[in-house]
């Protein structure tokens, strides 16, 4: 799973337009077998998906990134984050019955 995870934000950061990048579901929880990597990519407004070549363009695309990547991945663009970044962040800790999930975001290493 990390190794699939890293090799998913390897493909985001490639694209020059990854803002954020967040992980929930049962791979940052006690579960012992996870089945997915669950993540929300905020991207920045500049992307154009139609321009991403290669197997990065396989993330844009939720269907081919679960049958491919192994993974459920979620993506908008600032623009589309109408309440600000953060409370769009904050949304993916709700859960459909109100209560929370946890949530991880990776961030580089500023060195």
Same mark, same amino acid.
């Given at each position: 799973?990390?190794?699939? =995870?890293?090799?998913?934000? +390897? =493909?985001?950061?490639?694209? &020059?337009?990854?803002?954020?990048?967040?992980?929930?579901?049962? =791979? @940052?929880?006690? !579960?012992?077998?996870?089945? %997915?990597?669950?993540?929300?990519? =905020?991207?920045?407004?500049?992307?154009?998906?139609?321009?991403?070549? &290669?197997?990065?363009?396989?993330?844009?695309?939720?269907?081919?990134? $679960?049958?491919?990547?192994?993974?459920? @991945?979620?993506?908008?663009?600032?623009?589309?984050?109408?309440?600000? +970044?953060?409370?769009?962040?904050?949304?993916? $800790?709700? !859960?459909?019955? !109100?209560?929370?999930?946890? @949530?991880?975001?990776?961030? %580089?290493?500023? $060195?």
């Amino acid at each position: 799973m990390a190794r699939r =995870l890293e090799r998913i934000y +390897k =493909l985001a950061r490639s694209t &020059g337009c990854l803002a954020r990048f967040v992980v929930f579901g049962s =791979l @940052i929880t006690a !579960k012992h077998e996870p089945g %997915d990597v669950d993540i929300f990519m =905020l991207m920045e407004d500049n992307l154009d998906v139609s321009q991403v070549q &290669g197997e990065a363009a396989i993330i844009f695309n939720h269907m081919a990134a $679960q049958n491919i990547e192994g993974a459920s @991945i979620f993506w908008i663009r600032r623009v589309a984050a109408l309440e600000g +970044k953060q409370a769009t962040l904050e949304h993916w $800790q709700i !859960k459909r019955n !109100k209560s929370f999930r946890g @949530i991880v975001e990776v961030v %580089d290493d500023p $060195q």
